[in-house]
């Protein structure tokens, strides 16, 4: 599915609403009201097909050219209207789309002027004595400006779903990066603390033994305060799980996660494609995390068409391990692969090629350390100009995996 930019939906919306204005115009000459409506239907032909060759634009215009359309609209309808001087109300249909368009798209002001433009075009469709002229002008014009609002307001919706799931990601890597820290801190003051217990115990006089004493105490209290820090980010995070966790559907959350980063990342010339196997039925495992690690995975897919400037596809797919008890997902986009200085250095936190663009470094990394507490896993490779994402999805919470990496992170030494 290759999704639409707004101006280009808009134009193919113009384009169909021209279209209705010919059909009208040619059923002017089935009813013998014209001989002939060659200029006027000729005119709106040429110009739906100028609208439908926008739609294909990959380029956003600037507002004052689509205020231009918006009014060329409007003064062709009127146009076409006046020259069959049949004196028909049907014409003044064809006037909704524009102002609709006009007064999701532009300023208010431009918006408004448009709408009095066709206000005075709708008294000189209106036959004498033009009484109606008022009616049709408040349907005409009340009309558009509701379905503006209640347009406005739906995409004001879908971006607040957006910048929630991009804040809950954010907030569980941000969590975990500091549970992190605080494990490898504390695992250097484990060795600390039996350092300083030997010290005390193995000092030779009263002046070296009061030393160890304070160097325990001081080790220790910061033990403590570290303990506390741990507890407090342990409340905030979701990584606390439910007695018993809610069923959830996997596909309705690969379309979520794919749609809301493709909100946030406009691509022009994007196909995407989700497959799920039916045999997954529900997951119980984290849906929080799992949501976290998809969006981090799709939005890095697409930073990466925009890097490229261009477009291309994304394709996930899901199914069944061998044994039935993990979900398998395979995330693949053609933006050109992962350079090769970069590959071995993936999932190190704070590792970043996104640096100039407020990347932290923290998406891959703690995605994996999230899927991973719960059973799970994420593996990316790269080869060919491709991209390969694998999730491991348990159906059912497991026991955490551990890499033997993962306390060596912070360079503890092997000495200690």
Known sequence: MKPLSAFSAGAVLRAANLFLLLLWLWSL????????????????????????????????????????????????????????????????LALLVPL?????????????????????GLYFLTPAPRQEALYRSAFILAAPWGLA??????????????????????????????????????????????????????AAGDAEKELAGKLSKMVNELNGK?????????EHTTTRRPAKSPLWSLEPLLRECLDSAVASFRVQGLSTRVWVDPRIRGLSCDR?????????????????????????????SAMLDGNGEQAVIEAMDDAGGVADAAREQLFRPL???????????????????????????????????RTFARFELPLKPGLPRVR?????????????
């Open 288 to 316: 929080d995390a799992a949501a976290a690690a998809l969006t981090a995975v799709f939005e890095n897919s697409l930073e990466a068409f925009l890097a490229a400037g261009r477009g291309g596809a994304i394709t996930v």
């Open 404 to 416: 033997n990496e993962e306390s060596t992170w912070a360079g503890r030494r092997s000495s200690l």
């Open 226 to 234: 570290l303990r506390r820090m741990s507890e407090t980010v342990e």
């Open 29 to 92: 000459t089935r009813q013998g009201l014209l001989a002939s409506v060659a200029l006027p239907a000729g005119t709106a032909a040429l110009y739906a097909a100028g609208n439908a060759a926008l739609a294909l634009s990959r380029r956003e215009p600037p507002p004052w050219a689509e205020a231009l359309l918006a009014a060329l609209d409007i003064a062709l309808v009127c146009w076409a209207a006046l020259w069959t001087g049949t004196a028909q109300p049907d014409a003044a």
């Open 100 to 120: 609709f368009m006009a007064a999701v798209r532009l300023r208010p002001e431009w918006a408004g002027a448009l709408s009095a433009g066709a206000a005075v």
């Open 351 to 385: 590792f970043t090629t996104k640096s100039a663009r407020g990347g932290i470094g923290l998406g891959l990394a703690m995605s994996r350390r999230l899927l991973e507490r719960g059973g799970g896993t994420l593996a990316v490779r790269s080869e060919g100009g």
């Open 149 to 202: 609002l209640f347009a406005r307001a739906a995409l004001r919706s879908r971006a607040a779903a957006v910048r929630e799931r991009t804040a809950l990601a954010r907030s569980l890597f941000f969590h975990e990066f500091i549970a992190l820290l605080l494990f490898q801190i504390r695992d250097y003051l484990t060795s600390l603390t039996a350092v300083g217990q030997h010290l005390e115990r193995s």
